[in-house]
């Protein structure tokens, strides 16, 4: 069930008796284990950063404009730096799909660039 006219939608359990207040239950995001959200557009620029669960980190938004300038710039340098073209990749150059995924340290991060060169990524526990 879902509180009616709520910003953030929170799942209440069912069993709830009628006079008591609810119970909520973890939002679908908070129960995968995803962290973060962060969308950095084609020129290094942070657009969004999202925190998706209880356990994402603090992180002030200095250190997120960081974070989407450098990752971007990573992106760009593993697109060049890549020696092999992956399959579907329309650059006749070579591969500019740079970093897709990155697993290590307790963290995984996915990152899905669109034709725009838009880049959405997403952090997340592993498991």
């Given at each position: 069930?879902?509180?009616?006219?709520?910003?953030?939608?929170?799942i209440?359990?069912?069993?709830?008796?009628?006079?008591?207040?609810?119970?909520?239950?973890?939002?679908?995001?908070?129960?995968?284990?995803?962290?973060?959200?962060?969308?950095?557009?084609?020129?290094?620029?942070?657009?969004?950063?999202?925190?998706?669960?209880?356990?994402?980190?603090?992180?002030?938004?200095?250190?997120?404009?960081?974070?989407?300038?450098?990752?971007?710039?990573?992106?760009?340098?593993?697109?060049?730096?890549?020696?092999?073209?992956?399959?579907?990749?329309?650059?006749?150059?070579?591969?500019?799909?740079?970093?897709?995924?990155?697993?290590?340290?307790?963290?995984?991060?996915?990152?899905?660039?669109?034709?725009?060169?838009?880049?959405?990524?997403?952090t997340?526990?592993?498991?």
């Amino acid at each position: 069930w879902a509180t009616p006219g709520a910003a953030n939608t929170t799942i209440l359990c069912p069993t709830t008796p009628p006079n008591s207040s609810p119970t909520p239950l973890l939002t679908p995001f908070q129960s995968m284990g995803f962290l973060h959200l962060f969308i950095v557009n084609k020129s290094g620029g942070l657009i969004l950063h999202r925190p998706l669960g209880p356990s994402a980190p603090k992180i002030g938004t200095n250190e997120w404009l960081r974070i989407g300038s450098t990752f971007h710039s990573l992106h760009a340098i593993a697109a060049e730096a890549s020696p092999k073209r992956l399959p579907g990749n329309k650059n006749p150059a070579g591969a500019d799909d740079g970093i897709e995924e990155i697993q290590g340290g307790g963290i995984i991060l996915k990152c899905l660039q669109t034709r725009t060169g838009i880049k959405f990524v997403l952090t997340a526990e592993p498991g």
